[in-house]
């Protein structure tokens, strides 16, 4: 299954964002939850969460509820790996194509 053309889009702009870019190495490494990620990376919640729901509207996070260590339940973040068929610009280009 290819993605759709409007997450491929996506997709690309979201790589293209160095916020993003290390929001995704850092949940990549262990399922985080946003102020946790906002602490560690030293950036603003409110971009977070926006980033967040960004990710997680292309399919490249996905997140789960669960009880964290201090007893109150926080929305965790996960990384989800995509398959992305193309190896080339010109395989790429044929991808942005098939709308």
């Not at 409007?6 to 870019?21: Q, S, T, W, Y």
């Not at 262990?30 to 969460?49: F, G, N, R």
């Not at 292309?58 to 190896?87: N, P, Q």
């Amino acid at each position: 299954m290819s993605v759709p053309f409007r997450k491929l889009k996506l997709i690309l702009k979201l790589l293209a964002d160095d916020i993003c870019v290390k929001m995704l190495l850092e949940i990549k490494k262990s399922d985080i939850y946003s102020d946790a990620l906002a602490k560690k990376l030293k950036i603003p919640k409110s971009t977070i969460w926006k980033k967040l729901r960004e990710l997680e509207n292309a399919g490249i996070v996905e997140s789960y509820l669960t009880t964290a260590s201090v007893g109150r339940r926080v929305r965790m973040y996960k990384f989800k790996d995509l398959t992305l068929r193309f190896k080339m610009l010109s395989d790429l280009l044929r991808c942005l194509e098939e709308k």
